[in-house]
């Protein structure tokens, strides 16, 4: 398959008042045409930062690095103006942002705020034309009664079905890729699993590709294709579903994978958690940024940055356990 994203050597910054901190530092990825990538991590650890990005949503005082490049469909639109991203935003890629209730305009009617997409890239047509799109998308999107929801106000809806009115301003023009930051925070289970079931017919209808951003593995078991791992700005381990659940060799991997709640452990077992925080990112370490909270770091962790090694042809990730010279000092591979 052909790539639809690629990242190189992405790096953002934001301005403060006690330095510059540094949200992403120099990530590189790529997703297919048709794929869903996962892309996790603590709270602060630069997920939603990466997705703004992609979107040309990074404002003062952030600042996307000289040398970052972001190409879709083998076009830098890095570099874009003003005029271009937003032509870009909603038509190639569109975004569902985490909260729902603040994301919409509480003064609007659901119908208008949906139309509103449409306008907003020149879509010549009636405004019947117009109202049978927006009715046919929230039927798409699980949503019964699609035509009273037309004249509705965000107030007025469950937090699933303002999701489902999130999802379908966001496919209403038939994006490329879909970003979706945290598409089930504050759902229950039960909803949960109803949006995500969703998004992956959607996907499989409209031939698109998805970016889902989360703190939570245990979502993207059923719907990701591909997990990259991220940790105070950095991409510490990318494989294949199959690959970091089942052989995680980062031992971040391995600590959010053990702090999933598991139906299959005793129930009076204590849930593991990760001790520690994430480091000052004004001033990141200038070893492993994970170094300070891993039960098997070693003095080199905490002096230089490990390289990126790779595990297979999908799987890759940086961590000194994986150098050969850890295996012949007696220290066994993560």
Known sequence: MNNLLEMKHVAVNFAAYGGTVQAVRDISFSIEEGQTVALVGESGCGKSITAKTIMGLVKKPGKVMEGSQIIFEGTDIAKYSSKEWKKFRGKECSMIFQDALVSLNPTMKIGKQIMESLDNHAVTTSKEEKKKKVIDMLKLTGIADAEKCLEKYPHELSGGMRQRIMIAIALISHPKLLIADEPTTSLDVTIQAQILAEMKALQKKLKMAILLITHDLGIVADVADKIIVMYAGKIVEEGTV???FYHPVHPYTKALLNSVPRLDRDGKEMLCTIEGNIPDMTNPPKGCAFCERCPRAMNICAQYMPEEK??????????????????????AHA
């Open 242 to 244: 199959r690959e970091i």
């Open 310 to 331: 790779t595990v297979s042809s999908s799987h890759r990730a940086s961590c000194w356990m994986m150098d050969e010279r850890a295996a012949k000092g007696g220290v």
